[in-house]
């Protein structure tokens, strides 16, 4: 965890939708509609563990 | 670090290495189909004018162009001095064994297999009327070629610079 994931995430959102961009250009948006799911799953395969995480801690947070 | 930054550099390089050659694979092909058509028109004069047998006049064509489809030719002429085979086979096997180097797909092969099968076996009138014929099918691939690299080349490119770096993103 830390500041670089943001930063990553945010490279993948970027370069994500610039391929969006360039497919949907050259008439290919079924194409361009899977790369914009792999972007999501990507980032939520990323997401995911710190998401697991803030679960734990609120369970935590309400067990007494 | 230091290895980091030059291992993301390698991908880099080599999926943008991947999208140019895509590239250069459709810019290439209207060139081929168009060097073709030229060589085509060629062989009609080199027969209704000079009445060249199809040894030579191939063997003259081949030598008249630098492209990568005047292999074909020259590997036509080559088989047919070499004895065994009628115009139809060496010209047959000459596209089978050329196509590789070339940036020409299955449509443009069987319209050339197609010439091929009536090569050397009628009159010079038959003759030019195939040639014409073919000429007018390389014309319509070299006008569907050129739609489809308009389409992809760019595209190739740009998706193989962005491919690498998305793959930079995820593993660094």
Same mark, same amino acid.
């Given at each position: ?15 994500v939708s610039i391929l969006n961009q360039v497919l949907i250009r ?19 395969a990323m997401v995911a563990k710190e998401i697991v995480n803030l ?10 | ?95 089978? &064994? ?54 992809? &080349? ?19």
């Open positions: 965890m830390g500041i670089d994931m943001i930063f990553r995430i945010a490279a993948i959102g970027i370069l050259s008439g290919r948006e079924e194409i361009a509609m899977m790369t914009t799911l792999t972007g999501v799953i990507v980032v939520l679960f734990d801690t609120v369970k935590a947070m309400f067990q007494f | 670090m230091v290895l980091k930054i030059g291992g993301s550099l390698l991908v880099l390089a080599a999926s943008s290495l991947i999208g140019w050659i895509l590239a250069g694979d459709f810019s290439r092909r209207p060139n081929e189909l168009r060097a073709l058509q030229g060589m085509l028109e060629m062989f009609e004069t080199e027969i209704t004018f000079m009445s060249n047998v199809i040894a030579d006049a191939f063997d003259k064509i081949s030598k008249s162009s630098q492209s990568s489809v005047a292999l074909f030719f020259k590997l036509t002429a080559e088989k047919l001095q070499a004895g065994g085979m009628n115009a139809c086979q060496a010209w047959e096997a000459a596209v089978k &064994e050329g196509i590789r180097a070339t940036a020409l797909n299955k449509e443009d092969e069987s319209i050339l297999l197609s010439f091929g099968k009536m090569l050397g076996n009628s009159d010079v009138e038959g003759q030019v009327k195939n040639i014409r014929l073919t000429l007018h099918q390389l014309k319509l691939q070299e006008q569907k070629a050129e739609e489809s690299r308009k389409k992809n &080349e760019s595209m190739c490119k740009s998706l193989g610079v962005l491919g690498g770096l998305a793959v930079v993103v995820v593993l660094c």
